[in-house]
């Protein structure tokens, strides 16, 4: 197979590695001179075999090993089957290195051909209904906010509660209040601290963009169950992010 009838992309990894010579070393050379894409699958090719070669340590035989060579040349009684020997070496060489750059060109473009095919990742979309609601809720006149996440695929509310103050005397319980009926009961809230609140599955359907909470201030432990509940100090509603 001479120059014309091998494809540029293996002429080039050939040309990479070595192993081009006389005539079609010449005449590849000269096309990419003329051909600046052939110099690119060039450099393509150097960049992904070169290392290959650099691991291949070199080694040179003993002295005395090619003076032995060199006699029986000399002697002509077996000149002939060395110079034979000599080229079926290097056609078996050649013929394996062109294998295997056929071989790494061959999966180069199978990869090529495949990748365009293959339609990109898209990540999933949340559904609205499992999407989480937060709600920002001003303490009184105060800078301080209670800070409320709710998420409906786990049916539990975070809650950050830095801007409270434990004063020994009171908690605040935090409602939700339902477009009818009376507000119903998400938790007692620990002052200064950030929790995880589990919600009771019936409350968790109840809950959905826009709904309100306020958040009452009542005796240690929450609102007594016989007792009416006890001033509300904040008040806030849940929105999508």
Known sequence: MNDDERPDLILAAEYAVGLLE?????SFRARMAREPELEAEVAFWETRLAPLLDEVSGGRPDRTVWDRIAA??????????VVRMRRQITF??????????????????VLFQLSPATPPQTPRETPESEAPLV?????????????VTF???REEMLVSAS??????VHDHELWLVPAAGDPLSLGV?????????????ALAELIGDGSRMVLTREPIG????????????????????
């Open 22 to 26: 006389g005539e079609e070393l010449l």
């Open 72 to 81: 029986e040349i000399g002697s002509g009684g077996c000149g002939g089957e």
């Open 92 to 109: 078996w060489q050649r013929a394996a290195a062109a294998a295997s750059v056929a071989a790494v060109a061959a999966m180069a473009l």
């Open 135 to 147: 709600a920002s809720i001003p303490i009184g006149d105060t800078p301080l906010r209670l800070g």
């Open 151 to 153: 998420l409906p695929d």
């Open 163 to 168: 801007g409270l103050t434990a004063d020994g």
């Open 189 to 201: 809230v620990a002052p200064g601290e950030e929790r995880r609140m589990p919600i009771d599955p």
């Open 222 to 241: 929450g609102k007594p169950p016989a007792a009416q509940a006890g001033p509300v100090v904040a008040e806030g509603s849940f929105s999508t992010t």
